[in-house]
């Protein structure tokens, strides 16, 4: 029998974007229904590692990533080596961030969207259905409707697709995509050794020409191995269990004393879609950008739209904002992204040499930075959003960098003493005269607070 649903917000893509959005619309109480086309968790090898505002994200479900099992940090620097093992870049992965969290954990992504499924579906307003693979898409002034292969129609105020990279929703609403050109393949291994396996350093780049290779954590027990397809190789060759173990020889792995979980060639790509929104339809994950994974920031650009869209939904659904709040999200996040995938093709433009007698100008105009700065790591530049929903001032849109403070009783970061949502913050300890009286009235109706002193 066909059913018709309808819900306040249909999500289409149970990967960690839809899944983080229908937690935090969940969270506020918001009807949703997720569909995801496959019955399983997806278990391909992808994402690995998260940035410290991931970690931040992630602290306001409850997972604490310095101490959960299912993430590890290994308090380490970075490096970037040539084929001699020389020293060509150093990125202090060891500090805190600004957020308060360290600048990189190591995760598995198939656990981590395992769990958020169950928290997901956790919610009483939330329906996750899986194995529902959408089809047909159509929308009019006041709703859209999604038909499923299975003939299921739901129809929501709001459609937001986080369908991945071939994204069904964004090919429905004919959003353009800006593709930069960019293809590198790679085969990505997930490895777990046995326990006593040790490697040091434990997160490197080998900028050898004759096989780039990044060695990295994969997460609690495992780690990861990537390895260039090099020009004119045979990429399904190369991704054979013999080649790959052949591979992971020089690093002292075999059958014996290690498990090769997953493994899959990728094709690593550049682009954006240039429009994120078709009326009451919205983008976000790699529906909406889509990075080379050498800065490990796909999945986070994605995590962060999630967070964008809650709020702005939210605040539509409740009737407190127009839909402009809608655009701000693609002009705030686009740009943010933007960001992202340039740094990320940077970093390909250094690794992905086969050339012996360019990576030789690389590790000498490298070597030759990295002595200038007496060997010093480097940190992180803040990103800034682009154009968004704030009043304009000069540090509008710059990530507020969190410590820790003592609030009504609780001494913490902010998030996890104060909490989520809108608050006022004065050093004055009163927001009397800080907003309009609307801006007051809409501060007021939710739990709007005002902070005294230094946090
Ligand atoms: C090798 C590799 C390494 C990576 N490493 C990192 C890293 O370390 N850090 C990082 O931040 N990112 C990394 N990434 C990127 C990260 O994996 C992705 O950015 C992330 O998975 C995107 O999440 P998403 O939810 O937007 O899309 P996806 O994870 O692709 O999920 C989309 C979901 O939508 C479903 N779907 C599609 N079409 C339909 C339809 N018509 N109906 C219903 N469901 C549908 C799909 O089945 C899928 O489950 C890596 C990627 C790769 C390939």
Redesign the pocket.
């Known amino acids: 029998m066909v059913a018709n649903l309808k819900t306040d917000v249909s999500i289409?893509?149970?990967?960690?974007?839809?899944?983080l959005l229908a937690i935090l619309l969940g969270k506020q109480g918001r009807d949703v229904v997720l569909?995801?086309?496959?019955p399983e968790i997806?278990q391909r090898?992808?994402?690995?590692?998260?940035d410290a505002e991931?970690a931040r994200i992630l602290a306001t479900l409850g997972i604490d990533v310095d101490s959960d099992p299912g993430f590890e940090n290994h308090k380490e620097l970075y490096y970037w080596k040539n084929a001699q093992l020389e020293n060509l870049q150093i990125v202090d992965w060891e500090s805190l961030a600004p957020s308060s969290w360290h600048v990189t954990y190591w995760f598995n992504?198939p656990d981590l969207e395992a769990r958020l499924f169950a928290m997901a579906a956790d919610y009483p307003s939330v329906r996750v259905l899986r194995g529902?693979?959408?089809?047909a898409l159509v929308q009019d002034d006041s709703s859209t409707t999604l038909t499923g292969a299975n003939g299921d129609t739901i129809e929501a105020q709001f459609l937001v697709g986080?369908?991945?990279?071939?994204?069904?929703v964004r090919e429905a609403l004919g959003l353009p995509v800006v593709d930069k050109g960019y293809f590198f393949d790679?085969l990505?291994l997930d490895m777990i050794p046995e326990a006593s396996y040790k490697t040091s350093p434990a997160q490197w780049q080998l900028c050898d020409p004759k096989r780039p290779t990044t060695i990295v954590p994969g997460g609690p027990g495992r780690r990861r191995w990537?390895f260039m397809v090099l020009p004119g190789e045979d990429a399904d060759a190369l991704a054979s269990e013999e080649s790959a173990w052949r591979l992971l020889e020089p690093w002292g792995l075999s059958p014996e004393n290690a498990e090769l979980e997953r493994s899959?060639v990728?094709r690593?790509q550049a682009r954006y879609a240039d429009k994120w929104r078709a009326g009451r339809c919205l983008i976000?994950?790699?529906?909406a950008h889509l990075m080379p994974?050498f800065a490990?920031?796909?999945?986070?650009?994605?995590l962060r739209d999630a967070t964008a869209l809650a709020w702005r939904l939210g605040g539509l659904l409740d009737g407190y904002f127009s839909d402009q709040v809608l655009d701000s999200y693609e002009s705030e996040r686009k740009e943010h992204a933007k960001h992202y995938i340039q740094f990320s093709q940077d970093l390909g433009d250094i690794i992905c040499i086969a050339d012996e007698a360019k990576a030789a100008e690389r590790d000498a105009r490298m070597i030759a930075d990295l002595e200038a700065r007496g060997g010093a790591p480097i940190t992180g530049d803040l990103v800034e959003l682009g154009e968004g929903a704030w009043i304009k001032s000069p540090t509008a849109g710059e990530l507020s960098p969190q410590g820790v403070v003592r609030f009504e009783g609780r001494e913490d970061r902010f998030d996890q003493a104060v909490g989520h949502g809108w608050f006022i913050l004065s050093l004055k300890g009163s927001a009397d005269g800080l907003l309009t009286p609307a801006g007051g009235r809409m501060v007021a109706s939710r739990r709007a607070c005002a902070l005294r002193g230094r946090v």
């Open positions: 289409v893509g149970g990967g960690p974007v839809g899944l569909v995801e086309r496959y997806y090898p992808r994402a690995v590692t998260m991931v992504q529902w693979e959408a089809v986080a369908d991945g990279a071939n994204s069904f790679w990505i990537e899959a990728y690593f976000a994950g790699d529906a994974p490990g920031e796909g999945m986070c650009a994605g």
